[in-house]
C-alpha cells in the first residue's frame, strides 16, 4: 500500500472515529471533511470507497445502533431516546430506525429480549445490517 493511500485510509479512520465517538452530536458533510483535512467533496467520495456507506448512513447506523441497546436496556421513553441519541425528531427517527431495523422502534422493543449473554456476542447478533 502507498503512503498516499494509508495517509487517505488514516484521514477517513479519524472522521469515522469522530462519528462513533460524538454520534449525539450534530456532525456534518464538512465538518468531517475538516478533521479529515480534505474537501467535502472528496470527503463523500473517499468515506464511501473506504467504508462501503455514505458518511451520513454510517452516522445513521451508529444512532440506531445506540438506540437499540437502550431500547433493550432501559425503560426510558423513545422520544428520550430519539433525541438522546442525536435525532432532531421523533418522526425521523422512527423513519430511519425502521429502514435501517426493518421494524418500528416500539415493535422492536416490545420483540427484544434481554439476553444472558455477553454483550459482544448480543451486538454481533443484533447489529443491523449496513
Known amino acids: 500500500m502507498s503512503r498516499a493511500a494509508e495517509e487517505t485510509n488514516r484521514r477517513m479512520l479519524r472522521a469515522r472515529d469522530t462519528m462513533d ?8 458533510v464538512p465538518a468531517l471533511a475538516r478533521i479529515a483535512h480534505v474537501s467535502p467533496a472528496h470527503f463523500a467520495r473517499t468515506f464511501r470507497a ?3 456507506e455514505t458518511p451520513h448512513r454510517y452516522l445513521q447506523r ?3 445502533e445506540r438506540a437499540m441497546f437502550l431500547l433493550r436496556e432501559t425503560d426510558r421513553s423513545i422520544t428520550d431516546i430519539c433525541f438522546e441519541v442525536g435525532f432532531g425528531s421523533p418522526g ?3 423513519r430511519t430506525f ?3 431495523v426493518g421494524r418500528s422502534p416500539r415493535e422492536y422493543r ?3 429480549v434481554a439476553l444472558d449473554v455477553p454483550t ?3 451486538m454481533a447478533w443484533m447489529r443491523p445490517g449496513a
Open 21 to 28: 465517538r460524538a454520534y449525539a452530536q450534530p456532525l456534518d
Open 50 to 52: 473506504t467504508f462501503g
Open 62 to 64: 451508529r444512532r440506531v
Open 92 to 94: 425521523t427517527f422512527s
Open 98 to 100: 425502521r429502514d435501517v
Open 110 to 112: 416490545n420483540q427484544a
Open 120 to 122: 459482544c456476542f448480543t
